[in-house]
């Protein structure tokens, strides 16, 4: 095993003394428990790639016959466009956007 040294906020080595107590192990067990867990989780986000880079909506809409300005037309209907904290949109009532009528 190698030693080694780092700074903690003092807030921070009281809650991690704490919770050691707690669980009955040494705070460097915690240390060692939580570096391990974050070199895992980096490991699992690393093989799964970068993130989409895509909005959520792409993809939402199977229509092989859509052509660009189809395309536009639809998202117009669904990103309305926000003027003078207003939402506009073929949902909006009275200015209000009312998320009950979309599909």
């Not at 895509?54 to 395309?71: R, Y």
């Not at 003027?83 to 599909?103: C, L």
Request: proline share 8%; glycine share 10%; aromatic share 6%.
């Amino acid at each position: 095993m190698k030693r080694t040294t780092l700074m903690v906020d003092e807030g921070t080595y009281a809650e991690l003394e704490s919770l050691a107590r707690r669980d009955g192990v040494s705070t460097g067990h915690l240390i060692r428990e939580a570096m391990a867990s974050y070199l895992t989780d980096r490991e699992r986000q690393e093989a799964a790639g970068p993130p989409n880079p895509l909005p959520s909506f792409v993809g939402a809409v199977d229509d092989p016959d859509m052509q660009g300005a189809d395309v536009e037309e639809f998202l117009a209907a669904w990103m309305p466009i926000h003027e003078a904290g207003e939402r506009n949109g073929p949902w909006a009532q009275d200015g209000q956007d009312d998320d009950a009528g979309r599909p």
